[in-house]
């Protein structure tokens, strides 16, 4: 790999990177911004020829991404908004258009967004000094979903208050493995962030305070 940190305890990406395999051919370069992809992505074969070329905007997915076979013809050609799928076609290795799949599937916390929305309101420990302030609002935690659904590198990314931080960052360490984000249906590494809400009217009164 060649790159910049500005951080390495959580590594923080910043700049551009390229990544080789054990044998010194390019096989991922891009830009990162403030730790997350930004603008055009190539991927290559490990022969060296060209496999997708994907564009970000923040971290996520935004406008067209192409991939191609080993041979070079087109395999998939999509459109994304703000990460997400709008439209898309497969082609066989031939040239001719195939039953459509998704190739990208960010991470999921296990059971979906209900279930995670459970798991925050039933262990959420409200900290004492911020309900006496009436302190809320969303701390943003970024972390990264590695291919076997582990939770690592977690930080604060968007701060509110001490001691909410500090229980935004408590529930995220205690939480069980995610299902991870995959492309082309392989389990990836994947750099993710959530809001970590903190509203008194919605906390439960045996959780109020530490």
């Known amino acids: 790999m060649d790159g910049s940190f500005t951080s390495l305890h959580p590594e923080l990406y910043e700049g551009y990177f390229k990544y080789f395999n054990e044998k010194g051919i390019l096989i991922k370069e891009g830009e990162y911004k403030k730790n997350v992809e930004e ?21 996520n997915l935004e406008g067209n991404l192409k991939s191609y076979y080993p041979n070079a013809k087109l395999r998939r050609d999509e459109e994304y908004k703000n990460g997400k799928l709008v439209k898309g076609a497969c082609y066989t290795d031939k040239g001719k258009d195939t039953a459509f799949y998704a190739s990208y599937q960010t991470p999921e916390f296990t059971g979906g967004l209900i279930a995670l929305k459970k798991y925050l309101l039933d262990n959420m420990k409200y900290p004492k000094d911020a309900l006496e302030k009436g302190i809320e609002g969303s ?10 659904g582990n939770i690592e590198n977690i930080f604060v990314q968007k701060s509110v208050y001490p001691s909410l931080d500090a229980e935004a960052l408590r529930l995220v360490k205690g939480m069980s493995k995610w299902q ?22 919605e906390v439960k009164p045996e959780t109020k305070g530490k």
């Not at 701390?139 to 076997?148: L, N």
């Not at 991870?180 to 009217?201: A, E, L, T």
């Open 180 to 201: 991870p984000g995959r492309k082309n249906d392989m389990p990836q590494k994947v750099v993710f962030n959530i809001p970590i809400p903190f509203k008194i009217s």
């Open 39 to 59: 603008g055009e992505w190539k991927l290559y074969y490990d022969i060296g020829r060209l496999m997708r070329v994907e564009n970000y905007l923040h971290g």
């Open 139 to 148: 701390v943003f935690i970024k972390f990264t979903v590695t291919a076997k």
